[in-house]
């Protein structure tokens, strides 16, 4: 990371710092089980993405003719999903009279062609809403199994060639009972501003919404072995040792990242692994 980025992030560490995130309205929310265990950070061949995380593991099953979700967008659809589900305590959800209007909301500027935003926007929103997703615990005593369908209805009625143009209908999204349940019951705070200033970077992103759920309970230094830390964050990283190395050095340089925005994050990288020390929660609990 140049030095003009961390400056920026630095700068807007600060803006979000100068206001509380609940009355600026930038407080928002992440749903528990994709802060345990994250989404592929890249493109995935076949139907099924696994994360662990201790006993806790993720399954994510796709559609073959759809693929799975990938990348920074669907983090950021899960925690607008997440955060109206738990402001508005609706299954049914509005998304927004255009497509710019929704996108502003993501902080993406729309953006036409093969590769521009809105492209790359409706394609990861089919492969999150098509996705299942399969939790299960086991720690060689207890199991436990839960199925849950994050979204079970969507009509996305926007013109991709309009962004800024009404549509004859509302687009909309009705969630997955079980998955309301779960968001709107044990939701993860985090700063919206927060997660938009950090958005190009997958990892980055969960290590931000992980360090503020740890943070909000930690009571004791902690290390956690890099080996556990890549087998929850480092999708696509092998377990070679080359491998291994990669990931640490990319999970330094983002968590640098993180803590330009989090600045009140304790935080040190030993040979070992990543030591936790008990910090000031990034959202405050009032």
Same mark, same amino acid.
């Given at each position: ?168 209908? $509302? ?10 349940? $779960? ?104």
């Amino acid at each position: 990371m140049n030095k003009d980025n961390l400056n920026k992030l630095i700068s807007e560490s600060l803006a979000i710092e100068a206001r509380d995130a609940k009355e600026s309205g930038a407080l928002g929310y992440m749903a528990r089980a994709l802060v345990q265990a994250t989404l592929p950070h890249s493109k995935v061949e076949g139907t099924e993405f696994v994360r662990k995380n201790g006993a806790y593991t993720l399954f994510m099953l796709a559609r073959s003719e759809v693929g799975l979700p990938y990348g920074s967008i669907p983090r950021l659809l899960m925690a607008w999903l997440t955060t109206e589900a738990v402001k508005t305590k609706n299954r049914e959800l509005v998304l927004g009279h255009t497509l710019s209007e929704f996108m502003a909301q993501l902080d993406l500027v729309p953006t036409g062609g093969r590769w521009g935003t809105i492209t790359r926007l409706r394609e990861q929103m089919v492969r999150l809403f098509a996705a299942s997703v399969s939790c299960t615990y086991d720690d060689g005593k207890r199991w436990a199994m839960h199925d849950v369908k994050p979204v079970t209805k969507a009509n996305l009625w926007w013109d991709p060639k309009s962004p800024q143009q009404v549509g004859l209908f $509302e687009s909309t999204l009705t969630l997955g009972e079980d998955f309301f349940n $779960e968001v709107t019951t044990y939701p993860i705070p985090i700063d919206i501003g927060a997660l938009k200033a950090i958005k190009r970077s997958p990892m980055a992103l969960d290590i931000y919404c992980w360090l503020t759920y740890r943070m909000s309970y930690l009571k004791k230094s902690t290390v956690i072995p890099w080996e556990v830390l890549q087998i929850q964050f480092g999708a696509g990283y092998p377990s070679t040792t080359r491998g291994k190395l990669d990931f640490k050095r990319a999970f330094i340089r983002e968590m640098k990242k993180v803590h330009a925005i989090y600045r009140d994050v304790k935080v040190s990288s030993e040979e070992d692994g990543l030591v936790l020390h008990p910090s000031k929660p990034h959202i405050s609990k009032k």
